[in-house]
């Protein structure tokens, strides 16, 4: 018995079905009909089939991690993209009819809330990626609340209907902090948070404060996604633990701060 759902052995070659850009960000959907159903808070490991180093002019790429941040009823998986570098630039320069390896699903998911406990979802910039699945497995009662550097990363929070906003420059919604949204919606909550590491330290030293449980996505370096390569480990209250199959949703009580 297992308490995730598992990844078929194998990467699996799929079909871009779209791409559409959404300020900051792109959303790439990709066909997995015959793929399991993640669990909200997994996911999986990317390249694209063609230009994906190895050739005199590419750089050698291996796969990277992405959140799945929606599964539609016919098995398609969309994914949430910001380019931070050429993994992600390539991958988000992709459109419907290419081909991309997938890996997944992987890793352990968000937990449902506590008996009693209100769930409050917490994103910062493209960490809003698996809250979105998260809201569609809760029915879309959860509040989310988001934060954004600006205008563009904003229109991220047309992905998860009925979203406060803050962004740091004021363009949209709060001028200021997301926590300083969560700090007004901690009563009876259980917080789910993924972000930047700095925000998700935030969540965690406020919902440790009020004594309100949480559970934070996090991101670390993932060269193989399935506990192979040690190379995604964090310290925890109980010792190192690997990212990709201990997480990446942890329970931010085991966590004695974050990097
Ligand atoms: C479980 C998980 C889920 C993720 N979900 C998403 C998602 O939904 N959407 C998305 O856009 N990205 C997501 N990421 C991050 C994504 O994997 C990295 O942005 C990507 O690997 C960067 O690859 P690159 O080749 O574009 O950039 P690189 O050249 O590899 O990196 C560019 C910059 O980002 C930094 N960086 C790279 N990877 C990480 C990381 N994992 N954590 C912190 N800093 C990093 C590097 O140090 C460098 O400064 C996720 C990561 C993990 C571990
Ligand atoms: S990414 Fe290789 S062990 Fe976690």
Redesign the pocket.
């Given at each position: 018995m297992s308490d995730r759902t598992l990844a078929p052995l194998g990467r699996r070659r799929l079909r871009v079905s779209g791409r559409r850009r959404l300020g900051a960000?792109v959303v790439l959907s990709v066909a997995d009909p015959d793929g399991p159903a993640p669990d909200p808070g997994q996911?999986a490991m990317l390249a694209a089939a063609e230009r994906w180093g190895g050739g005199a002019d590419e750089r050698p790429?291996l796969p990277?991690?992405?959140?799945v941040?929606r599964r539609h009823g016919d098995g398609t998986l969309d994914?949430?993209?910001?380019?931070?570098?050429?993994?992600?630039?390539r991958?988000g320069e992709l459109d419907a009819g290419d081909a991309v390896w997938l890996l997944g699903p992987l890793?352990r998911g968000f937990a449902p809330p506590r008996s009693g406990r209100r769930p409050v979802l917490v994103g910062g910039g493209?960490?809003i990626?698996?809250l979105m699945i998260w809201q569609d497995a809760l029915g879309g009662e959860a509040v989310a609340l988001l934060g954004f550097r600006d205008a563009a990363h904003a229109e991220g929070a047309a992905l998860l209907p009925g979203a406060r906003v803050a962004t740091d420059d004021g363009s949209v919604g709060h001028h200021g902090l997301v926590t300083e949204l969560l700090a007004g919606a901690l009563a009876g909550a259980e917080v789910y948070a993924c972000g930047p590491?700095p925000m998700l330290e935030a969540v965690r030293a406020l919902c440790a404060e009020h004594d309100v449980p949480a559970q934070l996505?996090?991101?670390?370096?993932?060269a193989c996604g399935f506990g192979a390569c040690f190379g995604?480990v964090v310290p925890t209250r109980d010792g190192y633990v690997r990212?990709?199959v201990d997480?990446?949703v942890l329970e931010a009580r085991t966590l004695e701060t974050i990097a």
């Amino acid at each position: 018995m297992s308490d995730r759902t598992l990844a078929p052995l194998g990467r699996r070659r799929l079909r871009v079905s779209g791409r559409r850009r959404l300020g900051a960000y792109v959303v790439l959907s990709v066909a997995d009909p015959d793929g399991p159903a993640p669990d909200p808070g997994q996911f999986a490991m990317l390249a694209a089939a063609e230009r994906w180093g190895g050739g005199a002019d590419e750089r050698p790429f291996l796969p990277r991690a992405f959140s799945v941040a929606r599964r539609h009823g016919d098995g398609t998986l969309d994914f949430v993209l910001e380019d931070v570098g050429p993994g992600t630039e390539r991958l988000g320069e992709l459109d419907a009819g290419d081909a991309v390896w997938l890996l997944g699903p992987l890793g352990r998911g968000f937990a449902p809330p506590r008996s009693g406990r209100r769930p409050v979802l917490v994103g910062g910039g493209v960490g809003i990626a698996p809250l979105m699945i998260w809201q569609d497995a809760l029915g879309g009662e959860a509040v989310a609340l988001l934060g954004f550097r600006d205008a563009a990363h904003a229109e991220g929070a047309a992905l998860l209907p009925g979203a406060r906003v803050a962004t740091d420059d004021g363009s949209v919604g709060h001028h200021g902090l997301v926590t300083e949204l969560l700090a007004g919606a901690l009563a009876g909550a259980e917080v789910y948070a993924c972000g930047p590491p700095p925000m998700l330290e935030a969540v965690r030293a406020l919902c440790a404060e009020h004594d309100v449980p949480a559970q934070l996505a996090l991101e670390s370096g993932m060269a193989c996604g399935f506990g192979a390569c040690f190379g995604c480990v964090v310290p925890t209250r109980d010792g190192y633990v690997r990212l990709c199959v201990d997480g990446p949703v942890l329970e931010a009580r085991t966590l004695e701060t974050i990097a």
